[in-house]
């Protein structure tokens, strides 16, 4: 069998199929059919018969032999019409895996199997935990251990998954928002991504809402910090990013491009549009990048929710794209963001940017 079955279906399918094979076999052929039932009489003290027209027979090899494909084919057709038929029009079979990343301390739970939407109900749970909270805990932080951990994530998922982009991913968790990017920009292959939120009220973990949601104002503005070449691109969602902090970090930067809502607030992202729409308004900014001198760098200071910064990473293009270097805050450090990953460098320990 491949890789990515939901298990329990996948037997049950085959269970069912050779049943019907073999009552088939009994029907189409009635010598075996008698031998086998005068051979259970005999040892029971029955008197079982069976007489059925050979369209039956018929009937019963067509199903187990589909029963059977569907085992070992994957998510089938017929799979997926089952699964529709008794779970409702979203539903797929198959593995889920929640990926957990974790990047301060005190750790946060799971996903739980009744936090999953109703559409992915009936998916074998696997959780990833990604935990990089005791290397960036450090003093100072263990960043290319960090970094080499991350890095082995979809060499993981394809473990769990085998060579299937179809396959749905859960993303969560707590984590600087250069590691939030990076991985966006690792799986910007898989299709089907999930993002959730720490709901710190009621501590548990919430999917975005399908749909575009409240309208946020967002925009984006362009302003002059100075004369280089390099160009920042602030992100502003849960808090607004100060000019000066830029400065102070970063240098050599020309211009600031500001991407966000129109009042930035905790909390406020709850639909997958508005996700969706910020990182369109992200990836024109980019864009608008291209032309840059060669050896110029983008560099992006980020305030905003998991769901955004993964959203981000899968934007940012290795050939296409300048060197988009992405940094972490820290209020206690001499410089606001003292080190980032640049997310489209070859991968390994020259990712690693400390200011």
Not at 75 to 83: C, F, I, P
Not at 118 to 132: E, F, K
Not at 138 to 148: D, I, K, R, T, Y
Request: hydrophobic fraction near 45%.
């Amino acid at each position: 069998m491949i890789n990515d079955p939901d298990t329990k279906t996948r037997i049950g399918l085959l269970t069912f199929g050779s049943l019907f094979s073999a009552a088939s076999v009994g029907i189409v052929a009635p010598g075996l059919k008698d031998a086998f039932l005068a051979a259970l009489n005999r040892q029971f003290g029955l008197d079982l018969y069976l007489d059925a027209p050979l369209w039956i027979g018929v009937s019963l090899i067509l199903i187990g032999l589909s029963l059977l494909v569907a085992a070992f084919a994957g998510q089938s057709r017929l799979e997926r019409v089952a699964v529709r038929l008794f779970d409702g029009q979203g539903s797929r079979v198959g593995t889920f895996v929640a990926i957990k990343h974790l990047g301060f301390a005190p750790i946060v739970r799971d996903i739980l199997k009744n936090e999953l939407p109703s559409g992915l109900a009936r998916r074998d749970l696997r959780p990833l935990v990604i935990d990089q909270s005791r290397e960036l805990g450090a003093n100072p932080p263990g960043l290319e251990a960090a970094l080499e951990k991350q890095l082995r994530m979809p060499d993981q998922i394809s473990t769990i998954l085998g060579v299937n982009p179809d396959a749905d991913i859960g993303y969560c968790g707590i984590v600087q928002a250069p590691l939030q990017l990076l991985a966006g920009y690792q799986l910007a292959s898989w299709i089907r991504m999930q993002s959730f939120e720490w709901h710190r009220h009621e501590q548990r973990w919430i999917p975005l809402t399908v749909g575009t949601g409240a309208d946020l104002g967002m925009v984006t503005r362009t302003e002059v910090l100075g004369l280089g070449e390099d160009v920042a691109v602030a992100v502003e969602v849960s808090y607004a990013i100060a000019s000066a902090e830029v400065v102070t970090s970063v240098p050599d930067v020309g211009r600031l491009i500001r991407v966000g809502v129109a009042a930035p607030s905790l909390d406020c992202i709850t639909h997958e549009g508005q996700v969706a729409e910020l990182a369109r308004q992200f990836r024109a900014a980019l864009d608008s990048t291209l032309t840059l001198p060669t050896g110029s760098r983008v560099h992006v200071f980020c305030s905003a929710p998991m769901s955004i910064g993964f959203a981000l990473g899968r934007t940012v293009s290795r050939t296409l794209h300048p060197p988009v270097r992405v940094y972490a805050y820290d209020r206690n450090a001499a410089k606001p963001y003292p080190w980032g990953i640049e997310v489209n460098g070859p991968p390994g320990p020259g990712q690693v940017v400390r200011n």
